[in-house]
């Protein structure tokens, strides 16, 4: 069975203590409010990570994650941050592709490719990303395109290391615009994406793989998109900075 999945992502945004608050606040929002079998995630900016894991330590439905990581093991890159550092601190997560890293940073398929070797190397799981432009989605195979994301960057990938992989399916159409993909069209797309996995590495890992959909995600609109059958959790973006609303989607997917 797969997992459930939800995850917020910060961005990069909140200072320390209001990074602190909001963490102790869906701390104990979770541990007192979700019953249900689903892994929430948090991806704080990756200065926080060390101090945040201890908040979450005591609660093992709560994970964190790293925005992104650098696609070297080590050396002379100012300002980057390796795999093997998040996984000495105690990280399991790192979110990779984002569109926003694809699009300010220039992040390519092919260096996804090795930010994901690399991540695996180290025992972290990716969340990696793909998904649509609106001009994509209106001119182009947007199915295609994505599908094109996973094959170049992921089915490089042995059976068992792909087993590993989170995906995140993000129209960047929806991110941030308060324009969420309708269910349908997020079912459409997670179910051929589950056809493309299922047409390279069988049925049985297709199946076992975790389809996150990211874009508006919030309090009103999780149960609707969560109750499509491919969509397996949500990548959450906004609506991860307030408590109150991130444990209402949390529970919409328990
Ligand atoms: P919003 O939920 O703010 O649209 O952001 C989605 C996202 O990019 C999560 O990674």
Redesign the pocket.
């Known amino acids: 069975m797969r997992k459930k999945i939800v995850a917020g992502?910060w961005?990069m945004n909140k200072t320390l203590d209001e990074a602190l608050a909001l963490t102790s606040e869906v701390v104990n929002m979770v541990n007192d409010e979700v019953t249900g079998d689903v892994q929430v995630i948090l991806c704080p900016p990756a200065i926080y990570l060390t101090t945040l894991n201890k908040y979450v330590e005591n609660s093992p439905k709560i994970a964190l994650a790293a925005q992104n990581c650098s696609d070297k093991a080590s050396g002379a890159y100012t300002g980057e941050i390796s795999a093997s550092m998040l996984k000495s601190i105690g990280i399991e997560y790192v979110?990779l592709g984002?569109?926003?890293r694809r699009e300010y940073f220039g992040e390519t398929n092919a260096q996804l490719a090795g930010k994901v070797n690399i991540a695996l190397e180290n025992g972290l799981t990716p969340i990696f990303?793909c998904g649509e432009s609106l001009n994509q989605r209106q001119n182009e195979d947007y199915i295609g395109f994505v599908k094109n994301q996973i094959t170049e960057s992921l089915f490089h990938l042995s059976e068992e290391q792909f087993g590993k992989v989170v995906i995140?399916y993000?129209p960047i159409w929806?991110?941030?615009?308060g324009l969420t993909a309708s269910s349908e069209q997020a079912q459409e797309m997670h179910a051929a994406l589950r056809a493309h996995i299922a047409g390279k590495y069988g049925n049985e890992v297709a199946d076992n793989t975790s389809i996150l959909y990211?874009?508006?995600?919030?309090a009103a609109n999780a149960e609707e998109l969560f109750a499509s059958p491919d969509v397996d959790g949500g990548?959450?973006?906004?609506?991860?900075l307030k408590s109150r609303d991130f444990t209402t989607i949390i529970k919409a997917r328990q």
């Open positions: 992502n961005k979110v984002h569109s926003e990303c995140a993000e929806a991110i941030g615009t990211g874009g508006s995600v919030g990548l959450v973006g906004g609506a991860s």
